[in-house]
């Protein structure tokens, strides 16, 4: 088990947003949250990175060992950061004494390019890539962590369906091959139902286990995606 989320609550201040948040990741899986604009997909994935703290009940999870994409990378495009510096940016925490990288860490982001099909584009600008490519180059960063649960929030957002099927066949094949549990939020379900049918569904305030199928009933998706109880995250 590598991800355990037992009756938690996330929220800020000490007001609850988000209840009933009670499931479980292995190696290998793959949950796709789900909901409507503001109904709190984010703070979800907040609560279980540990960025904030349950309000109630817990969360068991590895935190050393945690890979996050973040929604929107805010990388000044004037700044001349080639792919392999943004990352090795994912060692930043390892820096040795002088500031520089070790060895080791610059032979890992090498080997994270290889392992997102972008070791050709090392040297290339980071501005100059695509948006997949970028989203590739992000998802290598996070590999830096050495994660077991790997957290993406949104990681096809403004990506057309070629490049959102292509981000997720990545996706996919490192919780394939690697044994990582993945947790993402996504808009292009199509692409990620080719990959996975569990589901975490927020809205009015809460969050359910459940299959992306459920979304086949017309009268299911209305209850979830209709906003009732949605708030700012």
Known sequence: MLLRARSASFGYAGRAFLDGVD???RAGDIAAVVGPNGAGKTTLLRGLIGLIAPIRGSVELDRTRVGYVPQREALDPLYPLTTRDVVQLGAFGRLTRWG???AADRGRAAD?????GLA????TLFSALSGGQRQRSLIARALLMDPTVLFLDEP???ADPIAAADVMELVASLAREHGLAVVLVAHHLSAVRAHTDRALFVHCGRVEAGHLHE????VRALHLFRGEGAHTH
Do not use: K, N
């Open 120 to 123: 050709d584009r090392a040297h």
């Open 23 to 25: 499931f479980e990741l």
């Open 156 to 158: 096809t957002s403004g």
């Open 215 to 218: 979304l086949d009933d017309p």
């Open 100 to 102: 520089t990288l070790r």
């Open 112 to 116: 994270a390019l290889a392992r997102v």
